[in-house]
Structures are given as structure tokens and as C-alpha cells.
């Protein structure tokens, strides 16, 4: 067979969570499966890096996907023409868009849809095709692929969808995460913090990350805790009104910092360190930073919404996203009581499990072999 994917987010040194989604998922299914060839087909010119196995046949064709008006040009115009030359039987797309104007099966991975619970998180162009476009792309698929329970339930309530063409398929933990030794962990310390105590917060800058109401939270127990800091990793995504407002008024300010992208090496040690993980994000399809930590051996403080709750367990501290108060108390809990960070790093180690890319890439290849089939 000859199955065609969406790789436009192999981006070297800029795998995001999607794009790390689709790394590490293909480059094992691609080798698991030589007797199928798979076309690659990228918006710009492609790295090596990502062309996995003989098997692999890449394919550039801009113009480069960053608006919604280059979305439709892409999707709609060029992918299907891709589609015919290279005589795909089906056409994957692990960032959940398709094309409206071709006939063969096609099978996204839809990881969320928060812009449909928050759509003022996005700027207006990008709101209006997501929740244009994606119901239309629900129909569309010959079977969907999701990351969580939650997404799945998500999915049917909004769209319709029947229950038995969605796949649940759990995202992945990289085998580079484990947990530091003492001397990694003040190693991390010191880099990052001279040496201070931490609580790290993983996520690109995005409204949903609820990074506005972190600061907030961690303003006020900075307060009574003068030792502890706050170390914010992710790209600076949307800088929102409500990001400006929170930072402007923080009393403690020079106990944040900011490191930005990290690649996964750098990742894995500035968790080590950490006294805890920060995830109060207010919707997520499943949080692959939480799944991180918990492989770290780092109690995790998680908001209590969407699939969180699912993805750990008891292994997690939980906190209204919504409350600053209540993160202020959970992060003031881990700060505090060293028997309870002991027990959910415990806890999440044997959780973390399973979450495996090897077991992502299985369900993803099970799902497409049913269209295939």
C-alpha cells in the first residue's frame, strides 16, 4: 500500500507537541512496516532527519502552511493533485486536517478541540477555520484518532461522530525522560536557579496553558516562601492581554524565570530538578508534560479538567484551573509537605508506564490497518 502523511510539522529543532506526536509515531511505524511505502509530504524543503527508512519517499510542495488562507491552498489544492500522482490509498494526517477535495480515505488525529470550548484564545482567522473547517473534516475521515478519552466523549458530543470510528490512542513519554540523580538535580538547580528550590511549569505560552493565573498563584506563595522559584519553560507563543496584565502586577517578578524552548535533553534536566510540576492548563487533550514529570519521578500538580484527571490518576495533586486561590493552595501543599511530593513521585513513576511511544505508533498503525483493510 501506499499511504501518503501530512509531515509539515517535522520541523528540525522546532517539534512542538503535535510535531513530536508525529516524529515519534512514524519513525516507528515507517520501519515496523517495509512492505508499505510511505510519501512524505512536507510545505518546505525537508530535513533528512525525518526520512526514517528506504521505504520513505519525501515530497516538498509550498507554499509554507502558517495562516489559515495558506491551510486551504495547501489541503485543498495541492495535497489532492500529491495524492493522485503518487496513487495514495490513503492519506494520514497527524494534525488532524484534511482535504475536502480528494476521494481518498483519509484517517487525522484530532487531539483536542479547545477552540471550540475557548475560541477566544485564538486570534479571529485562526478561530474561524477551526471551527469551520474541523466539524467538516469529522465527517470527512474515514475513521478518527485521538489522544484521550476525554477527546474521544469531546468529539462525539460536538460533532456526531459515532463512537466506533474514533480510536482512543495515548500519547507517548520519549525514553530520554527518567529521573535525575542528586547531583543532576543540583546541577539544574544551579543553572537555573542559582540554586534555589523550583516548581517548573512545560508549555508553550498559550492562553489555554493558564500561565496568567500561575503567576498570579505563585505571587502569592513567593510571599511566604521566600526561597522558592518559578521556572516557566516553553516558547513564547501568544503573549495575550491577560499574560501582560499578570506579569505587570507581580510584586515577586525576579523569582520567575523564563527559559524558553528546550530541547528534550535539556527538558529532562531542568525536571529533575524541580520540587514539582506546575500543569494548570485549563483544557488539554491530554498533556504530555504531566507524563513527563511523572516518568521524572516529579509530583505533579495538575488542574482538575478535560483529561488531566485521566491522564494521571492518582499519581497528581489537583486544582481549579479557574481559582487562583486554589492553585496558590496546591502549590503551597507540594512546597510544604515533602511525604506527599515522595508519594505522587512514587505513584507517577509506576502511572508513567504506560505511556509509551512504542504503544502510540502500535494503536496509530492498528487504526489505519482497519481503513487499510
Request: proline share 7%.
Amino acid at each position: 500500500m501506499r499511504i501518503a502523511v501530512n509531515t509539515r510539522l517535522l520541523l528540525p529543532g522546532r517539534l512542538e507537541g503535535i510535531g513530536w506526536f508525529a516524529h515519534e509515531t512514524l519513525s516507528r511505524i515507517v520501519t515496523a512496516h517495509p512492505e508499505h511505502q510511505f510519501i512524505f509530504l512536507f510545505d518546505r524543503p525537508w530535513n533528512a532527519q525525518f526520512i526514517y527508512a528506504p521505504n520513505v519517499v519525501p515530497v516538498a510542495a509550498g507554499p509554507p502552511t502558517r495562516h489559515p488562507i495558506l491551510y486551504r491552498i495547501w489541503f485543498d489544492a495541492v495535497v489532492p493533485g500529491l495524492l493522485r500522482k503518487h496513487k495514495a490509498d490513503l492519506f494520514l494526517s497527524p494534525d488532524g486536517y484534511l482535504s475536502l477535495r480528494t476521494s481518498v480515505p483519509q484517517v487525522p488525529v484530532m487531539h483536542d478541540l479547545n477552540f471550540e470550548h475557548h475560541p477566544d484564545d485564538l486570534p479571529p482567522a485562526y478561530r474561524r477555520f477551526y471551527r469551520k473547517f474541523f466539524p467538516r473534516f469529522a465527517r470527512k475521515a474515514a475513521r478518527i484518532v485521538t489522544v484521550s478519552g476525554f477527546s474521544k466523549q469531546d468529539i462525539m458530543d460536538r460533532y456526531g461522530v459515532p463512537a466506533e470510528k474514533i480510536d482512543v490512542v495515548h500519547n507517548g513519554v520519549g525514553t530520554v525522560f527518567g529521573p535525575a540523580t542528586d547531583e543532576e538535580k543540583v546541577a539544574a538547580r544551579r543553572k537555573l536557579t542559582n540554586g534555589h528550590p523550583y516548581v517548573i511549569c512545560v508549555g508553550s505560552l498559550h492562553p489555554r496553558k493558564n500561565i496568567a493565573r500561575l503567576l498570579q498563584a505563585f505571587d502569592r506563595v513567593a510571599a511566604g516562601q521566600p526561597d522558592l522559584r518559578l521556572v516557566i519553560v516553553g516558547e513564547d507563543f501568544w503573549w495575550d492581554q491577560r499574560m501582560k496584565e499578570a506579569w505587570k502586577g507581580l510584586a515577586h517578578a525576579d523569582r520567575v524565570v523564563f527559559t524558553g524552548r528546550l530541547g528534550q535533553h535539556d527538558l529532562r534536566k531542568a525536571l529533575g530538578g524541580a520540587m514539582a510540576l506546575a500543569y494548570v492548563s485549563y483544557f488539554e487533550g491530554f498533556g504530555i508534560p504531566v507524563a513527563e514529570a511523572m516518568r521524572c519521578g516529579v509530583p505533579v500538580l495538575a488542574a482538575k479538567a478535560t483529561s488531566l484527571p485521566e491522564v494521571a490518576g492518582e499519581a497528581a495533586l489537583y486544582c481549579d484551573p479557574f481559582d487562583v486561590d486554589d492553585i496558590a493552595n496546591g502549590l503551597r501543599t507540594l512546597a510544604n509537605d515533602p511525604g506527599l511530593r515522595d508519594r505522587l513521585a512514587r505513584e507517577g513513576l509506576v502511572r508513567s508506564e504506560r505511556y509509551t511511544w512504542d504503544a502510540t505508533a502500535r494503536g496509530l498503525w492498528e487504526s489505519i490497518a482497519k481503513v487499510l483493510a
